[in-house]
């Protein structure tokens, strides 16, 4: 754990604590009570939207290249189980799953390079990115109409918002030559990447490739607007079981807006106190009680931990698996 990565951890404890000492628990305990297991049928709406998320992610690989859907949904369900629950800074799950594509079509004999997976990982973050501003910035206009932003601030929230995807691109346009690769290489996958003063240009190219498929993209950015969507579902359920049902566009405010509050503590590993704080903020523009809207983040921290400590454990078997692989002596000429 790099000290940065602590001090936000510390950090977001701290706030964690703070949220539940300020709040009535007994409230709180007998929400989540009440609902009881009904709060299992909740959780479907999250596996629903990794199924989504997997799609946008498949639809970047050209069929020659492409892992198996399967196998590509294992590593969206590791990614986010490690985004959600280590000290990885919400963004090294990102980086697990591109080198876990790269291994599995290693495996199987397929030509993906270790350059296209990091290129295909990017263009995929990117797509996420795309479908967030689109939710998020209708998200800051529905405060806006309800009149509780100003337009100053309604539109200094979407520059806010649209500000890592333009910078993103950015750094794509300038061709990647040295920052993403020094990045990339930082963040682990430098193992499996071409020598360095080589990786630039050719990350470039693939780069240029993926983004002359227009079809695929479109199908990436549509499929992470669904599972935006089907997250909103989450918390419109969540709230209707603890008896005080929402409209549907007061579930989509909650959410998206919580999801902008994660991002923007990027620093802080899986959000931990920016999600409860966020949740609370929100949910008391749209009329719901504090213990409620407590109950509903803890319900959300549960099902971070429900999915993610089994994603953990299949992220341990497969990666023992490829060491397996590696390994294994290679059959002698004539054997």
């Known amino acids: 754990m790099k000290h940065r990565a602590l001090i936000g951890l510390l950090l977001g404890i701290a706030v964690f604590v703070l949220v539940l000492a300020s709040h009535d628990l007994a409230a709180v305990a007998d929400a989540l009570s009440g609902a009881g297991w009904r709060l299992g049928w909740v959780l479907m709406w999250r596996v629903l939207s990794i199924f989504a998320s997997t799609a946008a992610w498949f639809c970047l690989f050209r ?9 590509l949904l294992l590593g969206r369900w590791i990614a986010e189980s490690i985004n959600h629950l280590l000290p990885a800074l919400q963004v090294g799950g990102d980086v697990v799953r591109a080198r876990l594509a790269y291994l599995l079509a290693r495996r199987q004999g397929l030509p993906l390079s270790g350059l296209a997976a990091a290129a295909i990982q990017v263009i995929d973050i990117t797509c996420a990115l795309t479908a967030q501003v689109i939710l998020v910035t209708i998200g800051f206009l529905q405060l806006w109409q309800r009149g509780s932003l100003a337009l100053l601030p309604t539109l200094l929230g979407i520059g806010l918002t649209l500000l890592p ?19 990339l290489g930082k963040s ?12 630039g240009e050719n990350l470039a190219a693939e780069f240029r490739d993926l983004y002359g498929r227009k079809r695929a993209l479109a199908l990436a950015c549509a499929w992470h607007l669904g599972a935006g969507l089907i997250r909103v579902g989450e918390t419109w359920s969540a709230l209707w079981v603890f ?15 919580t999801g902008a509050a994660r991002s923007l503590a990027f620093f802080i590993p899986g959000g931990l106190g920016a999600q409860e704080s966020g949740i609370l903020l929100i949910c008391s523009v749209v009329g719901v009680d504090p213990s409620l809207a407590l109950a509903l983040a803890l319900a959300k921290r549960a099902r971070d931990v429900i999915l993610g400590f ?26």
Do not use: K
């Not at 069929?63 to 196998?71: D, E, I, K, L, T």
């Not at 995807?165 to 990045?183: A, E, F, M, S």
């Not at 994603?311 to 397996?324: D, K, M, T, Y």
């Open 165 to 183: 995807l333009v910078l993103l691109l950015l750094v794509q346009r300038r061709d990647v030559l040295r920052g993403t690769t020094g990045i």
């Open 310 to 335: 089994p994603g953990l454990g299949c992220w341990l078997l497969a990666e023992r698996s490829f060491l397996a692989d590696r390994e294994t002596p290679l059959p002698r000429r004539g054997s």
């Open 188 to 199: 682990g996958l430098r193992r499996f990447l071409q020598a360095v003063g080589e990786a």
């Open 243 to 257: 008896g005080h049902p929402i409209s549907l566009a007061d579930a989509m405010l909650i959410d998206v807006m």
């Open 63 to 71: 069929p020659p290249v492409r892992p198996g859907y399967a196998f």
